[in-house]
């Protein structure tokens, strides 16, 4: 799409609406490299293959913490390249992923798999979006992130049952090369024709402000600029660290977890077809996630809202423990998904709050480095404590004190003030 066409469309639509839908469109096309659908491919590796699933867990947190270091290159990456440019080479590169997928059979392939489909899926194309996004909107910032997680509760909601349902029919090999296909028939041309890196690359301003003359435009650009932390800046406030570690702790339990959902709810003596329908319920309370934004994240302190979704996902953890029936089950899910989603939203919105948007890539790419190592520490607990105790309940204890501790840490952060030098 040419720059005039998009002023022209912003005349009486802003066109960083456009901006938040390719972006959740993006969220949703990550899912090859999301756990919620690699797991459900993890029982076939297993029986196919003949591997341990602490092996597999291993090989897979391994993996992620490799991807997970490199995204602060990946941010950095944005800041020099555009968000526009850096979707393209994501998107091409996962979907080259999904074809090498089709055939892998050794353990070194494996790896090299995992590690591509969380570099691809779970850490780029959630970061570039997540980047590009708060670069569009600024007052609607909370509104407009909490549309952009759409993507991946859609993503969470369909692609478990989808991919089962594939692998039923046609088998793991070529379920990999349906995505491979998805990916370069639907989602590569939206990226290419419709991504605007932001608003004052074409004249604009963050909410379709009004700009009323060139003079404008450079005062909001320098205005930007003074407000703006470097990495280096920000990595020096307590704030980036907190937040890290706070935005670490979910995708720790929720990678595990999901991981091994099939064998948690086997061990409740819940089937499998009954379990890929709880495992997409998860996905559900996030569509709710623009009405919480629009009612309550602009009015109530970020650190509060976090306290309390991470008070309620230390009970929600305890009470997994007492499930057995597809009910309770159903219950836990959805406590877990709407908890899930608003910590995920509001550390979204802290980060370009906090920080500033003009150095936003290499910020989230820093802040994401945290949240695939948590990713990756999440399989081995699971993992182990199946193997060495035929069950889940010590490793839920286990995460529910460590979601306590992270709400600690919420009540201690606040906006910091950078320094400037007169």
């Known amino acids: 799409m040419t720059r005039s066409l998009a002023l022209r469309i912003n005349k009486t ?102 590690f591509l489909l969380r570099f691809c899926g779970q850490g780029s194309l959630t970061l570039i979006p997540g980047s590009l996004v708060p670069q569009w909107f600024s007052k609607k910032r909370a509104l407009a992130l909490s549309l952009l997680t759409l993507g991946t509760m859609l993503g969470n909601l369909v692609i478990p049952y989808f991919n089962h349902t594939l692998i039923r029919h046609i088998g793991w090999n070529k379920t990999w090369l349906v995505w491979a296909g998805a990916l370069v028939v639907l989602y590569l041309p939206l ?14 301003l963050p909410d379709n402000e009004t700009v009323e003359d060139e003079a404008h435009l450079s005062a909001n650009l320098e205005k930007l600029q003074k407000e703006s932390f470097h990495l280096s800046e920000a990595s020096k406030t307590k704030e980036f660290w907190f937040i890290g570690i706070i935005s670490m702790i979910l995708p ?24 890929s329908i709880i495992m997409g319920l998860i996905a559900l309370p996030g569509f709710i996630m623009p009405i919480i934004a629009g009612t309550i994240m602009e009015r109530v302190q970020p650190k509060r809202i976090l306290f309390v979704s991470l008070m309620l996902v230390t009970i929600d953890l305890l009470f997994i423990n007492m499930v057995h029936t597809v009910p309770a089950a159903i219950v836990f899910i959805l406590i877990y998904g709407i908890s899930n989603s608003v910590v995920m939203v509001i550390t979204n919105v802290i980060w370009a709050n906090y920080f500033g948007r003009l150095h936003l890539g290499s910020i989230r790419g820093a802040a994401t480095v945290f949240i695939v190592i948590g990713s990756a520490l999440g399989t081995i607990p699971f993992g182990l404590s199946y193997d060495l105790t035929g069950d889940y309940f010590i490793v839920f204890v286990f995460m529910a004190i460590l979601t306590l501790l992270s709400a600690i840490l919420s009540g201690l952060i606040k906006k910091p003030e950078k320094n400037v030098e007169a």
Request: hydrophobic share 50%; aromatic share 20%; with cysteine.
């Open 13 to 114: 639509f802003f066109y960083g609406w456009i901006i938040l839908f390719v972006s959740a469109v993006s969220y949703f096309f990550s899912s090859p490299g999301q756990t919620y659908s690699i797991s459900v491919f993890i029982d076939s590796y297993i029986a196919d293959f003949g591997y341990s699933r602490t092996l597999i867990s291993s090989i897979y947190s391994f993996a992620t913490v490799l991807s997970g270091l490199t995204m602060i290159f990946v941010g950095r990456a944005v800041d020099r390249l555009g968000a526009k440019h850096m979707l393209l080479i994501a998107g091409s590169l996962l979907a080259l992923t999904c074809i090498f997928n089709s055939f892998i059979f050794t353990i070194p392939m494996i790896f090299i798999s995992f």
């Open 191 to 204: 990226a290419w024709f419709f991504v605007i890196n932001k608003p004052e690359d074409i004249g604009l």
């Open 252 to 275: 720790l339990i929720t990678t595990g977890m999901m991981f091994h959902f099939y064998s948690i709810m086997r061990t409740k003596g819940i089937d499998d077809n009954a379990t």
